[in-house]
C-alpha cells in the first residue's frame, strides 16, 4: 500500500505566497519523478511543475520564475512554493510521485487527493 498526502492549500491574497507539500508513505522502496498539477473550475487538469529523481525541473511557462519545486527524498516529500500568486493561480492542485515499491519491476505513478488554492483580495 502506497499513501499520498498533500497540505498546505488556503486562501491568499494577490502577492501573496503558499508552499504546498506532499508526502508519500507506505511500501517504497525508490520515488523516481515528481510534480504537480492543478485544476482550475470548468478545465482540464493541467501540468505545472515536475523535478526528476536527479533534481531536473520543468515548469509551466505560466509559472517559471514565481513558483520553485523540491525534494526531500529522506521524507519522500515534493514541495511546491508559489511565490507572487495571481487569481488564475487559483485550483485545485494535485501532486503525483511515481513510486517503485519493493518486489515491483516499475514504477507507478500516484496521486494526492487535491489541496485548493484560492487567489482573492
Known amino acids: 500500500q502506497v499513501q499520498v498526502l498533500e497540505s498546505g492549500g488556503g486562501l491568499v491574497q494577490p502577492g501573496g505566497s503558499l508552499t504546498l507539500s506532499c508526502a508519500a508513505s507506505?511500501?517504497?522502496?525508490?520515488?523516481?519523478?515528481m510534480g504537480w498539477y492543478r485544476q482550475a473550475p470548468g478545465v482540464q487538469r493541467d501540468f505545472v511543475a515536475l523535478?526528476?529523481?536527479?533534481?531536473?525541473?520543468d515548469f509551466i511557462r505560466d509559472v517559471k520564475g514565481r513558483f520553485l519545486i523540491s525534494r526531500d527524498d529522506a521524507k519522500n516529500t515534493v514541495y511546491l512554493q508559489m511565490n507572487n500568486l495571481q487569481p488564475e493561480d487559483t485550483a485545485v492542485y494535485y501532486c503525483?510521485?511515481?513510486?517503485?515499491?519493493?518486489?515491483?519491476?516499475?514504477?507507478?505513478?500516484?496521486w494526492g487527493q487535491g489541496t485548493r488554492v484560492t487567489v482573492s483580495s
Open positions: 507506505g511500501n517504497i522502496f525508490s520515488i523516481k519523478e
Open positions: 503525483y510521485q511515481e513510486i517503485l515499491r519493493w518486489r515491483d519491476d516499475y514504477a507507478l505513478r500516484y
Open positions: 523535478i526528476s529523481e536527479i533534481n531536473m525541473t
